[in-house]
């Protein structure tokens, strides 16, 4: 493989967020289902004895925040995937924007609960400053958080962008039964009790199919539908060639 090729096969993502929105577990659980780890940390918790990967300095494993931009990589496809998890605490954001020269894209985390924070504010300019395509990843929807629809339009407002779903997410918090992927069509139904763990992947093309109601009941089948119809009326689809 020549140097061009291999330098056009790489993707770079920096992973921004408002301390706390979830940034660095978003960042292992890529790492994880990119095959780069076997196990995914956590950045606190009582029962995962792993840390992550990205905070790998004592600090940042004591204070359960990133100091520090950390690299990872894994191979997906044809790609070799870079992944940057940056520090969201604005005492560390210099690093973070420094950051942004060096990236193709950034995939920008927001807390259901919280919806749009000062920080987030602050690096979504950063973004429109450098002209950085920006993904958002709304992140915690097993906890009880804002009403979707209003969480995009606060988005839309506070943030001044507009958003085009890719996903969408049948039920919130203790209701959460899993995501509908819009763009794939396809339905990701989650296990157990935390909600974190993919349990099943089905091709779902057609939402009045008779198996919708048969995986997550009739009550969640009718309000996906009614989502829906409502997401495709009221937002653009996703266009690649224009973004």
Known sequence: MTVTEEINRRRTFAIIAHPDAGKTTLTEKLLLFGGAIQT???VKSNKIKKSTTSDFMEIEKQRGISVSTSVMAFDYK????????????????????????????????IDCVKGVEPQTRKLLEVCRM???????????????G???????????????????PLSWPIGIGKSFKGVYNLYEKTLNLFQGDSKTKVEETLEITDLNSGELEKRIGVDFSEQLRADVELLSGVYDKLDKENI
């Open 40 to 42: 995914a940390g956590a």
């Open 78 to 109: 044809n790609y070799k995937v870079n992944i940057l998890d940056t520090p969201g605490h604005e005492d560390f954001a210099e690093d973070t924007y420094r950051t942004f020269s060096a990236v193709d894209s950034v995939i920008m985390v």
């Open 130 to 144: 450098r002209n950085t395509p920006v993904i958002v990843f709304i992140n915690k929807m097993d906890r009880e």
């Open 146 to 164: 804002q009403n979707p629809f209003d969480l995009l339009d606060e988005i839309e407002k506070e943030l001044k962008i507009k958003v085009c």
